[in-house]
């Protein structure tokens, strides 16, 4: 009785996997603020609730495999803000944007593929692309950079004759590094010289700051049929446990090929569909003040982050999390002490662990990612917590 | 832009790729009965649409990766029904069966090892074998024998040193074959012999019939840490459009790694978890009257089928498909043949052509699968029309 070796070789989910004792210390009635998991506290849009609880078939049936064509044909409309002309099958509906990712990467990588991914990474990519048997090739980006990973010369040296894919997230999870137009136009003549798959997973596109544009792969007419855009309900509209995402791709026989596994695991769920398919109809001007919010937060995030002595990174420009570097050795054990001993008022800070995001090995145990998902005040509290934590750890004697 | 060679190597569904014809038939007002599919006809429980219309937490959030620990516990209480002592995280809660079956074999299989699977087969199995790199090996079994599987003998036939499980579906789909307690030792015994791994797709189990008894592998002590249970609310409670399902196995160290791959998917639904709990609490008894139903369409529709010069088949045992031999050369082109040709009184019949369901080149091309999941009049006519078609079929010179 034999257990594979592709997931013989899986790690634990970093983001997971200190789960148990934040619960434990949570059963002792320790307040902990997550800032370790991108979960949003900003309510789920009424219409969801809605349209499920409208919903009046008396037998909950199987969908089609693409997806309920109304939700379909609700993403193509979206699409259409970017001056994308999609049809509704060259958007597949998928369980969550994870499924997405996991067909995208079956349905193009043969054992011993690489795919280039720029680290720190967003951790499930390496289970999703090991699922395929297939091999991350890191572009390793600094903290003192912004971890920006748009730069030609750098990709160039790890493309080699295996390499399928680029796999990109825009705006970037976990560093909130986000591409501008320079930057993709780099990316996509990269993919055009080597002949490669972009994999552009821009579940975050809203949530572009400081002004910048909200941009998508897609708008690039020269590589449209090289495109994969992975897309999602869950941050944008705040409704993570709806698990309800899809692909796009104007290639219509890589779709078709994508399509025989879709039609192999049958379909996604009916009602979350049809709560998913009222959120994309929703008008543009609904991110706005969801927008506002997260900016604000990141900006509290930041300047709190700044405090500490000894943190380094740049303001990050999308998404919600900030990696940085912290003037510790190791934050898996500085979180460990957080979560078993550190109190102060009863109350304790956990983040994500940044190594599990490096393939390089050796890379990141002094950095960590949190998410700026609650509100302001807990963001602040949370990183002051982070602060005196560090303060007593080293008191404690560790480094 | 390579694609990648294991889903070049998948077949369509062949179960879902004749839909377009049938949707262009129906779009012309053409009745179709739709054998097809085994989408039950019965009402999703009332407690399922209670349940989620009772939910009111403001944000959809993730749930933990083995699903809520809730519908958890009710499963582990529904398997008490079958003396079967589970722990919480003895189960995982999947999207679908599907999901379940998908990390079992990426869980075990390496590229090139093999699965002993009975022919014809459930066909996605191939797919999900198949996005694993793996093999199926089949065990051919025959319409005069009511597709038997559990023989010594044959299953020795096709081991070898590269076989890691045999895959069992009981009761059976496509067949509606259902095993004995002896064959169900048959194949216990098969497994520890040759150290396999064995998969029991159990999501049909409450569908025995003529007296016969309910049973799982789960109830078989000296082989329970090899035994991957997959279990789903789909057929059981009609709620296939809730996408719930579940692994059961009790080898911790086995669950360890599989949760390693459930972790990178995140969860599944919350809202369908919610629904899936209520219907898993339903007593025993909820079942009888459906049974009753079932086993009355089972009668209807194999007297029909018998009713067709030249039909061969054994009455079935058990879930909700009767797989027969027809006097035609081939049932796909037959299929299509009612699909896009015969109209009897504006109505034809849809059912799944059986050849897609073996991995032997050649066998299947005479046989067809049915599902009997409409009422018992619509089982009658779909089946006379399948009578008439083929009348037709061969009166337009067709072998």
Sequence with gaps: MRISDRVQAMQNSPIRKFNPMAEAAEAAGVKIYHLNIG????????????????????VLAYAGSWGLPELQDAIVDYFKRFDMNLERNDVLITAGGSEALTLAFLSIINPGDEVIVAEPYYTNYLT???????????????????????????LEAVVTDKTKMISIVNPGNPTGCILSREDMRVIADFAKEHDL???ADEVYREFAYDGRE?????????????????????KRFSAC???IGCMVCKNKEFMAEVFKIAMGRLCVPTLDMVGATAMYKLPADFFNDVKAEYEHRRDVSYEALKKIPGVVCEKPGGAFYITCKLPVENTEDLLLFLLNEFRDNN?????????????????????????????ADDMARGIELLGKGIEAYK????K
């Design 39 to 58: 979960q949003p506290d900003i309510e789920t849009p009424s219409v969801f609730w809605e349209a499920i609880k409208g919903f009046d078939q008396k």
């Design 128 to 154: 999703f692309i090991q699922a395929a048997d297939g091999v991350v090739k890191p572009v390793t980006t600094y903290a003192e950079e912004g971890y920006k990973y748009a730069i030609k010369e750098r």
């Design 197 to 199: 798959w972009i994999l």
């Design 214 to 234: 909200m941009t998508s792969f897609g708008q690039i007419p020269d590589i449209e049929d090289r495109v994969i855009i992975i897309d999602s309900v869950s």
């Design 241 to 243: 446990g709806a698990r």
């Design 347 to 375: 109350e304790t800070v956990m983040y994500a662990p940044a190594e599990g995001f490096y393939a390089t090995p050796g890379l990141g145990k002094n950095e960590l990612r949190i998410a700026y998902i609650l509100n």
């Design 395 to 398: 008191a404690a004697g560790n």
